[in-house]
């Protein structure tokens, strides 16, 4: 066999695998792209649009971080600390 026909047989080889790769790869992007639209479906059926899914994110976030600042409010840290000096004696 010829370095010629090597490297024929060697393209050919390389051709058939990167037929394959694009195979895999397509079958795959087929794959993520139905995961995608059914992320998409439950999140409008959620009521909200995935296009505003950050901004419903921000809002959550500092909606979260309001109702923690109001529960922070409401627990009476000073009696809590005086309540502890009192039972280890004044310390």
Not at 15 to 26: F, G, N, S, T, W
Not at 59 to 75: D, G
């Amino acid at each position: 066999m010829s370095d010629f026909e090597k490297h024929i047989g060697r393209l050919k080889e390389g051709i058939e695998k990167a037929k394959q790769l694009r195979e895999y790869a397509a079958a795959r992007k087929e794959v993520l792209e139905q995961q995608l639209r059914e992320i998409e479906n439950e999140i409008r059926a959620q009521g909200i649009e995935p296009e505003k899914l950050d901004e419903e994110i921000k809002r959550l976030e500092a909606e979260a971080r309001q109702a923690l600042e109001e529960a922070e409010k409401l627990i009476p840290w000073e009696l809590i600390k005086a309540g502890s000096r009192n039972r280890n004696g004044g310390k």
